[in-house]
């Protein structure tokens, strides 16, 4: 054995499921996940991948024994879409080892496929090598035109089915058979059983002629198939006929994946033929024509195959019903494309029928004068051939006429894709392997008309994607437009900018180092102290002046709290991540939690309505069944005592446009009272932020920002964004096109003013309130009072070593001798000096001041209390401080207290202090 | 595949994209399984390998230093899950059903050999690759290969 005949026969073994990369990839996200069970949904969509045809996929299940009144059912509705093919097979008695074995089969076929062409493709390469030998004697050639004629009988005029009847003999025979290709290709074999010794020169030019037709039509998926399946029928089910593979065919027409038919190819394509074609019948048309091919380049062409099935097969349903449209096409427009693409094709053809007359004229005479058959006879018994590749004959013209047309036709011979001998060099010398050539033909022709429709499809989008907004009308608009971006492989749209994405806690003016955990703010409200981080939210309660620690209350599952702010006593955590939304705390407890898929892009406060505009991308572990239709669709709600409530932003209140994107910018309004959804909106596309109040920035062809405001939507374009923020007077924009600048809209969509300088490399953008934050992605921090956007003012800056509290802050500093506890309350974007408490210490003692537990601090209107310590030389002394604006300050202090001070309550008008020896009150 | 689209596949499989590393993943499988195929004794262990390696390789592709060496960045991953598994399981029985040629390949009684030669037969690679890939020294690969080839009766 050879070591290409072992490497062939190690690829027959066929990989298994596990470890193809549709299974793989869930493998890569979670390290526990097993292979996905099979539904009807995932059966079809891989079948599909394989390239199963319609008749096909009848013989398929047939073959693999689904139940008959399956397939009657199938074959007895010719326009039935995927979704009833899933309803059909989901109300079957198959189950998802039905589907799997006959998913194995495919693949096995398929996998034979490829080997098949392999094996031809060597044959093929062996045999030109050996007649490219000039100097061969009639006798050492035998052989050689033995392989071509066996060739001939075997692999073409037989089609496939001696392929297969000696793939079933392997299969039956095993080693057997092995021994026989060894033997073959030692040349052991007896003369009559392989060599044709009255195959002249001439006869082997015509045959050359039919071989190279033939040979030209690969092993497609639904020839190899018919071979399996018809096997699978004689032993497992009644064989079907043509005529119910053929209803079959219209049944399944979502699995037609343009198949080549040599009849149609064979037929001339006109302009007013091509006028008249849909989609799919002009693709077909098109994709016979392969004068296309050379215009793209074999990497194009590889990587466009599959998209060419898939592209006619969603052009073919849209050909079916509207209910089966998943792709919408401009067929004007593809019209128009198509001409183009068919006068070219036409033109082409005629030039080559000339030639091909010629040529037939040239081999008729030769063959006259070797031969006593006549051109005329061999072309009547093989009238496509002559039609089919008109290319093939050309090459003896540029040959001198008396030349052996045993010479010529092995060059020429092996080119057998009726393509002429240039196009195969140039395969071979840039793939190496001339196997994939048919293959990289058919794809080429089909990126060929892809990428013309795409371009067209995409300029016509681009104008329109503004004027394209609208409603939709159900949700089968959006089901469908999701499932479209699923099977075109739409990649994610932009990542979003979470609010509050910082590093460091901000605070007006203020950059506060909040250590490890980033600190949100600490609250007290009545009797209850909370501490917020992104982490956390920790409890206590005040109960007749003992504090009551509680549960942490944590963020749901992938998310953590990103603001909070207090309202009536009540704790309000926002928080985002995989979703996004606010628990309600009263009480130390979590009353309720409302929750809206996506990440947090802009959050508002006002007239009992928290508002949350968030980015939302689905995605996809679902199948695309009828009872899949909500599943992708953004969802709102409210978990209360653990049970979701959640519902779909309705499809009326989704606005789509043409471009592609399958993310959603979701705003909606939720009551505090009891976290009811109110004035959701969402827009779908490829958005980059929402705010709260309905407004989008999204990407299409262009950038697009765009206000929902009841039924009007009012919009404008801009170049394409890489960040965008929208604060209450406007947004902040920065475009793709212009690194290390800001563009700042106002209400209207129009520009007001531009922040230039900005880090080229900006991490994240968002509002809070008025003031705009841009950070970049080495943390630098960017902060700009955007409160008149004609005229933004950065804001200065400053670092501090200082927790917040709700509206106010708390900032200690310790120089020139004394330590400073400042009270600053937010105004304007800017912290304003309320209060604050100096106390001088000698300078190694001021070193070693800290501020205390941030739960210890709590601020009202006028009253401030906070803790520090400091290490005197002897003992750490904690001290409690509460202090006003006029007030003198008032303290309390323990010794090396266990803990220190590490909560404080309000009682009366009294701030009480908590430590570990007890409840203290600063005097 | 397009170079600048294999580069970007790369870069997106880089920065955590489990869709781009399996369309990267696509282009190599095959080879991956028939190397861990016909080097295991039982098809589960070679399967656990390529799935084994996939992870790996996700996880770590980050640290790939240039974009256009994903393939051998995962072969590599894959060898060293073999030899792991080899090492680990070192009396693992093959299995029943097995075919003529992984018998051969089980007949070879070292394991290297083994892989040396799944990478040299089913995966067209030269021995200077195969030794990169191993991490076994040209020399090595060569006389091993040798070994291999003389036991399976190739020519």
Request: with cysteine; aromatic share 6%.
């Amino acid at each position: 054995m050879t070591i290409e005949e072992m490497r062939s026969s190690m690829r027959e073994k066929v990989v298994p499921e596990e470890v193809v990369p549709q299974n793989v990839i869930n493998c890569l996200i979670d390290d526990e996940a097993q292979p996905p069970k099979l539904d009807a949904f995932a059966f079809l969509t891989r079948l599909r991948a394989l390239g199963i045809g319609s008749a096909d996929f009848l013989n398929l299940l047939q073959g693999c024994g689904a139940p008959q009144s399956v397939t009657e059912r199938i074959k007895q509705n010719p326009a039935m879409n995927l979704q009833g093919l899933v309803m059909t097979l989901e109300n079957s008695e198959l189950d998802s080892d039905d589907y799997t074995r006959m998913l194995l089969t495919a693949r096995q076929v398929w996998e034979r496929t490829l080997t098949m062409r392999l094996e031809k493709s060597e044959r093929l390469s062996r045999n030109i090598e050996q007649l490219d030998e000039p100097e061969q004697e009639p006798v050492e050639v035998s052989p050689v035109i033995e392989e071509f004629d066996d060739y001939d009988e075997d692999m073409c005029e037989l089609s496939f089915t001696a392929v297969f009847d000696k793939i079933n003999e392997e299969m039956r025979e095993g080693d057997d058979n092995a021994e026989s290709h060894s033997e073959l290709a030692d040349g052991n074999l007896e003369p009559n059983e392989c060599v044709v010794p009255e195959m002249s020169a001439e006869d082997y030019q015509i045959g050359a002629t039919t071989d190279n037709e033939q040979l030209t039509d690969d092993p497609t998926m639904a020839e190899v198939f018919d071979k399996i399946s018809s096997e699978l029928d004689e032993t497992n089910a009644p064989a079907s006929n043509d005529s119910d593979m053929h209803s079959g065919e219209n049944a399944a027409s979502i699995f037609d994946e343009a198949e080549f038919d040599s009849e149609e190819a064979d037929s001339e394509v006109d302009d007013d033929e091509m006028s008249e074609l849909t989609f799919t019948q002009a693709f077909d048309k098109i994709k016979s024509k392969k004068s296309v091919k050379n215009e793209l380049d074999d990497n194009e062409a590889d990587s466009s195959e599959e998209s060419f099935a898939d592209n006619s097969e969603n052009s073919g349903n849209a050909a079916v019903s509207d209910t089966t449209m998943l792709v919408q096409i401009d067929e004007e427009m593809l019209r128009e494309n198509f001409e183009k693409l068919a006068e070219k094709a036409h033109k082409e053809k005629i030039e080559k029928e000339k030639s091909e007359k010629a040529k037939s004229e040239k081999v008729k005479r030769s063959k006259d004068e070797k031969s006593g058959k006549t051109v005329s006879e061999k072309q009547s018994n093989s009238p496509k051939t002559a039609k089919q590749s008109p290319a093939k004959v050309q090459k003896p013209k540029e040959q001198p006429k008396d030349a052996e047309p045993l010479k010529e036709e092995p060059v020429e011979k092996p080119g057998s894709f009726d393509e002429n001998n240039e196009s195969t060099a140039d395969i071979e010398e840039r793939g190496g392997k001339i196997y994939h050539k048919k293959a990289l033909v058919s794809a080429a022709v089909g990126a060929a008309a892809l990428l013309c429709a795409a371009y067209f499809i995409g300029a016509r989008v681009g104008a329109n994607d503004a004027k394209a907004l609208h409603y939709a009308k159900d949700n089968s608009e959006i089901f469908n437009k999701i499932y479209e971006a699923y099977s075109d492989n739409v990649p994610r749209g932009s990542e979003a900018d979470e609010v509050n994405r910082s590093e460091a806690a901000l605070f007006g003016d203020l950059v506060l180092d909040s250590g490890d955990v980033k600190s949100i703010g600490n609250f007290a409200l009545n009797t209850d102290v909370y501490s917020v981080t992104e982490e956390a939210v920790s409890a206590s309660i005040i109960n007749n002046g003992v504090v009551i620690p509680r549960e942490d209350i944590v963020p749901p599952e992938s998310t953590h709290f990103v603001a909070a702010f207090d309202n009536n006593g009540e704790l309000y955590a926002l928080f985002s991540g995989k979703r996004s939304g606010f628990m309600k705390i009263r009480g130390g407890t979590e009353d309720y939690t409302v929750l809206q898929d996506g990440v947090l892009t802009d959050y508002d406060f006002s007239d009992g309505q928290i508002k949350l505009g968030t980015v939302y991308t689905p995605i996809f572990d679902h199948t695309f069944t009828l009872n899949d239709e909500n599943v992708y669709l953004p969802k709102t709600g409210v978990e209360i005592e653990g049970e979701e409530k959640l519902t779909s932003v309705p499809a009326k209140n989704i606005i789509i446009s043409s471009a592609k994107g399958y993310s959603y910018g979701v705003s909606a309004g939720y009551s505090t009272d009891s976290g009811k959804t109110s004035d959701a909106v969402a827009v779908m596309g490829d958005p980059v932020a929402a705010s709260a109040d309905g407004r989008f920035a999204l990407n299409g062809n262009k950038g697009l920002l765009l206000k929902a405001e009841d039924e009007k939507i009012s919009s404008q374009t801009s170049e394409l964004m890489s960040h965008a923020a929208f604060g209450k007077k406007g947004c902040a924009v920065a475009e793709e096109s212009e690194s290390g600048k800001v563009k700042i809209f106002g209400d209207d969509f129009k520009v007001k003013s531009m922040l230039t300088g900005v880090s080229e490399k900006i991490g994240a953008m968002w509002f809070n309130g008025d003031v705009l934050t841009v950070t970049d992605e080495s943390d630098g921090i960017l902060r700009v009072d955007c409160a008149k956007v004609e005229a933004p003012k950065p804001i200065t800056l400053k670092m501090a070593n200082g927790i917040i509290l709700g509206d106010s802050t708390l900032t200690c500093q310790t120089q020139d001798g004394k330590l400073t506890i400042t009270r600053s309350d937010l105004k304007n974007g800017v912290c304003e000096k309320h209060s604050e408490y100096v106390k001088e210490l000698p300078e190694e003692q001021l070193q070693s001041v800290k501020l205390g537990d941030s739960r210890s601090a709590l601020t009202d209107d006028d009253t401030t209390g906070i803790s520090y310590s400091y290490f005197d030389g002897v003992s750490v002394i904690s001290e409690y401080v509460v202090f006003t604006k006029d007030a003198p300050p008032k303290t309390v202090s323990v010794y090396d207290d266990k803990t220190g001070f590490t909560a404080a309550f309000k009682m009366g008008s009294e701030i009480n202090a908590v430590c570990a020896d007890g409840i203290k009150v600063p005097k | 595949m397009d170079k600048e689209y294999y580069k970007d596949l790369s870069a997106r499989a880089a920065d955590g994209d489990a869709k781009s590393f399996s369309k990267l993943y696509e282009l190599i499988y095959r080879g991956m399984y028939y190397t861990a195929y016909y080097t295991l004794p039982n098809e589960k262990d070679a399967v656990d390998a390529v799935i084994g390696a996939a992870r790996d390789g996700f996880k770590s592709i980050g640290r790939l230093r240039s974009e256009e060496a994903f393939e051998a960045f995962m072969m590599k991953t894959l060898c060293s899950r073999i030899k792991t598994i080899c090492k680990e399981n070192s009396e693992t029985s093959g299995d029943a059903d097995e075919n003529e040629i992984k018998k051969a390949f089980m007949q070879l009684e070292d394991y290297m050999d083994r892989l040396c030669a799944a990478l040299y037969i089913a995966c067209r690679l030269d021995v200077s690759i195969i030794a990169a890939y191993t991490g076994t020294l040209r020399g090595s690969v060569k006389k091993r290969l040798s070994t291999a080839l003389r036991a399976l009766d190739l020519e």
